[in-house]
């Protein structure tokens, strides 16, 4: 069964054998994991964990692993995300659990911002965006609540290794291309299972060129593959963005797959990818931009773990500078996190948006899952969130479009689907 | 195990919303249920009795992290689920919530309405003519997890069993 120690691995296996305190794992084997961090939220976390855990009689077994972020239902609109939003309070203060960070921005944000995630650590969260930790080298992925009860009590979990697969972005991106296009070309690619529960590893010159929060939109949207993790290997860039947050002992030495391990290589070249639109109603509904010329746009969306964080608010304004969105089209921006929204602000980015027009929400999940904002009915709506499943943003007959932060800025600016390359030349 | 068990047959890719639809998530479980594959098998949930089997394609459970999707079968009876494979999240929910998933390439060979039996000495789904359906072995903790009904109670009894200890 056990390999010698000289086995290639991949970065995931890697991973995945430190939280088993094994020196190395096979694909395909089921090893029991020590878990380094749980998180959950407002909607996923309290109000399932506390009753179960007081028909368990049990505890949390390591509450400074454990971090709660209020994100969904806040600011509350309804008697029900009252309702919701105070048994997460109450019991935050009732447990008393060191890590709390209410209605500060979305959870996949706030945790890697407020120095939780590091390099090698094996962590779950609350809800399927929680492969956004693997961008820092993380293994993270999301599991349902009743699993989340028996991390909380045991502070273990089974994984079976899964296969890799290699993402191998070759070259540059051109200007106005992101992250988000790499990503929905990919799952448009792949389709929605394509991943199979497979780790995914993101690599190459492209990959290494991004910044953490450009990796972290790639790594969240590997979720939308059918993937259990979407990894990528961490260096100096992460180095340099984790000294920002405050975590302390960043190692990040031997965390890459090694030459020769068993994985599946996908290559492509960034180069030649130009931005990319996905269709209603799934983000495998992918095509190039042209192909939707011309498609008007009454709303849209820039906001989301994937979609609103500092250099997507940067994105926007570097469209919108100067400009006025058109009578009809009504621009709604939700930033990520109040971190990136101050920043934004001393930048004079938010100013730019809102001198153009745009409409600044509060920092939550907000319209992405239907809980905000308003989507009107039979809309049309690009936005920069992760996923357009049909009534997802709360209307069944709006048409909700997925693209990157530039071009869902130069969409609204134009008040039809459009190349953002076109406006920033 | 002789017992025989019911097939009722659906495609390929059912997702999670069509075992647990959105319209139906702020419900408790049991009226989540009555709602179960409507789109697809508008009388399933009416007529499934206790120890009936579903027979799926590819893809079973893709989409959401939602475990109701699971809940919502163990909820009618659901004895097992026979399906080449699985989403990943649905995978994991469902031997935590107890229901068990038996990974089959064959599975659409199975006929609706035929009697099965389930042999999982040898991982084998048995035929009503007697052909052997070849499934991927599942781990023993999986198996317990199953059998205990579930995390939840699997984990109530170990904490009795280490405080009477």
Redesign the interface.
């Known amino acids: 069964m056990s390999k010698p120690t000289n086995t290639p691995q991949t970065l995931a296996q890697k991973l995945i054998a430190k939280a088993a305190g094994r020196s190395n794992v096979a694909v395909g084997e089921?090893v029991n994991c020590q878990v380094d961090l749980a998180m959950f939220h407002d909607s996923s976390g309290p109000r399932r964990l506390k009753p179960?855990l007081e028909?368990?009689?049990?505890e949390i077994w390591d509450k400074s692993r454990v971090v709660l972020v209020m994100d969904h239902y806040v600011p509350e609109r309804d008697d029900?995300s009252r309702r919701i939003v105070r048994i997460a309070r109450e019991w935050a203060l009732e447990q008393k659990l060191p890590h709390v960070y209410d209605s500060l921005g979305i959870c996949h944000v706030v945790l890697p911002q407020k120095g939780h995630l590091k390099p090698g650590m094996f962590c779950v969260g609350g809800?399927?965006h929680s492969p956004t930790g693997g961008a820092l080298g993380t293994y993270m992925f999301?599991?349902?609540?009743?699993?989340m009860?028996?991390v909380v009590?045991?502070g273990q979990l089974?994984v079976r290794v899964p296969q890799t697969f290699l993402m191998r972005w070759n070259n540059r991106l051109q200007p106005g291309v992101t992250a988000k296009d790499m990503m929905l070309h990919m799952i448009g690619r792949f389709g929605?299972?394509g991943?199979?529960?497979q780790a995914i590893e993101f690599c190459g010159d492209a990959v290494k060129a991004l910044s953490m929060q450009e990796r972290m939109t790639m790594s969240n949207m590997s979720a939308e593959m059918?993937?259990?993790v979407g990894l990528i290997e961490p260096d100096q860039v992460t180095r340099d963005w984790l000294a920002t947050t405050g975590a302390k002992d960043v190692l990040i030495e031997g965390w890459h797959t090694d030459q020769g391990a068993e994985a599946v290589t996908h290559e492509f070249d960034a180069a030649t990818l130009v931005p990319q639109v996905a269709a209603p109603h799934s983000p495998a509904n992918t095509k190039s931009v042209d192909e939707f010329k011309n498609t008007p746009i009454q709303v849209a969306y820039i906001g989301a773990c994937t979609g609103a964080k500092l250099e997507d608010l940067r994105a926007a304004a570097q469209v919108l500078r100067g400009q006025q969105l058109p009578a009809g089209v009504r621009l709604m921006v939700a930033p990520a996190s109040l971190q990136d929204q101050a920043q934004a602000e001393s930048e004079g980015v938010m100013q730019t948006l809102r001198l153009s027009g745009a409409e600044v929400l509060p920092t939550s999940c907000g319209a992405c899952s239907g809980y905000g904002g308003s989507i009107p009915d039979g809309a049309n709506v690009i936005a920069t969130t992760a996923r357009n499943?049909k009534?997802r943003m709360g209307s069944a007959t709006a048409q909700v479009y997925l693209a990157s932060p530039y071009t869902v800025a130069a969409s609204a600016l134009r008040g039809s689907i459009s190349d953002p390359r076109e406006v920033l030349a | 195990m002789s017992e025989h068990h019911r097939v009722w047959k659906v495609g390929a890719d059912v997702d999670t919303d069509q075992l647990a639809p959105g319209a139906y998530m702020k419900l408790g479980i049991h009226d989540i249920a009555k709602h179960c594959l409507e789109g697809v098998r508008p009388e399933f949930a009416a007529n499934v009795k206790t120890g009936d089997v579903l027979a799926a394609g590819p893809n079973f459970g893709i989409g959401s992290s939602r475990e109701q999707a699971a809940d919502a079968l163990v909820k009618l009876g659901v004895k097992a689920v026979v399906a080449p494979s699985y989403g990943g999240l649905y995978f994991r929910n469902a031997f935590n919530l107890g229901l068990l998933l038996l990974t089959c390439k064959d599975a659409q060979a199975l006929e609706e309405g035929e009697k099965i039996s389930l042999d999982l000495s040898t991982w084998t789904v048995v035929r009503a003519n007697g052909q052997r359906l070849a499934c991927d072995p599942i781990p023993d903790f999986l198996v317990a997890m199953v059998e205990a009904g579930g995390l939840l109670p699997q984990l109530k009894l170990r904490l009795q069993q280490q405080r009477a200890s």
């Open positions: 089921i179960m028909e368990l009689g049990a029900d809800d399927s999301g599991v349902g609540s009743t699993e009860l028996g009590v045991t089974w929605m299972n991943g199979e529960y059918g993937s259990q499943f009534g």
